[in-house]
T-cell receptor, first 115, second 111 residues
Framework: GAVVSQHPSWVICKSGTSVKIECRSL??????MFWYRQFPKQSLMLMAT?????????EQGVEKDKFLINHASLTLSTLTVTSAHPEDSSFYIC???????????FGPGTRLTVL | QKEVEQDPGPLSVPEGAIVSLNCTYS??????FMWYRQYSRKGPELLMY????GNKEDGRFTAQVDKSSKYISLFIRDSQPSDSATYLC???????????FGKGTRLSVIA
């Protein structure tokens, strides 16, 4: 149990295009999901906290108009990187916390490369 | 002082050794403590989850939390080459608040 999936697992796009990443909790409901990015050999950096049915809370320095987060259901959150640039290339990982629980389970990550 | 301190290593041990990993933290409000294992280019995998102080054992893994000292540990017995990964400690006040991570310790188990 407690499986979180992400789609796509990797994506390559041209500069200026938008990319949507999906995060799904497969066997539990998650009121809260989190989005992280991770650069090589570094720890995870929290980008935003996503609560079902409400606006996401962004960390300082994260542009909310560039990284659009939607948490429309208890099992799905999406992150859209708008007008992507090469500096947005990174490993994006989501995590989900069960509505009845305190653990956090991570997805497998999405590797984004912007050319 | 960072909220969570973790020695980044790298740590290299022979196969079969007992590995000790640890983190210290400064925020006494943390109640939930987790250890994750992350292989290269993969998402973190939850290994151990502990609430408040105490010990928890699961197979070759033992997690310890000492809230009075603000110190948590993960022990790996009979380490295997497949245990080679980065180990991240993480903690939080509750399930709907973000995790605060250590930097991660890179472990290599040499056959």
């Amino acid at each position: 149990g407690a499986v979180v999936s992400q789609h796509p697992s990797w994506v390559i796009c041209k500069s200026g295009t938008s990319v949507k990443i999906e995060c799904r909790s497969l066997d539990f409901q998650a009121t809260t999901m989190f989005w992280y990015r991770q650069f090589p050999k570094q720890s995870l950096m929290l980008m935003a906290t996503s609560n079902e049915g409400s606006k996401a809370t962004y960390e300082q320095g994260v542009e909310k108009d560039k990284f659009l987060i939607n948490h429309a259901s208890l099992t799905l959150s999406t992150l859209t990187v708008t007008s992507a640039h090469p500096e947005d290339s990174s490993f994006y990982i989501c995590s989900a916390s069960p509505t009845l629980g305190n653990e956090q389970f991570f997805g497998p990550g999405t590797r984004l490369t912007v050319l | 002082q960072k909220e969570v301190e973790q020695d980044p290593g790298p740590l290299s041990v022979p196969e079969g050794a007992i590995v000790s990993l640890n983190c210290t933290y400064s925020n006494s409000a943390f109640q939930y403590f987790m250890w994750y294992r992350q292989y290269s280019r993969k998402g973190p995998e939850l290994l151990m989850y502990t609430y408040s102080s105490g010990n928890k054992e699961d197979g070759r893994f033992t997690a310890q939390v000492d809230k009075s000292s603000k110190y948590i540990s993960l022990f790996i017995r009979d380490s295997q080459p497949s245990d080679s990964a980065t180990y991240l400690c993480a903690m939080t006040k509750s399930g709907n608040t973000p995790l605060v991570f250590g930097k991660g310790t890179r472990l290599s188990v040499i056959a």
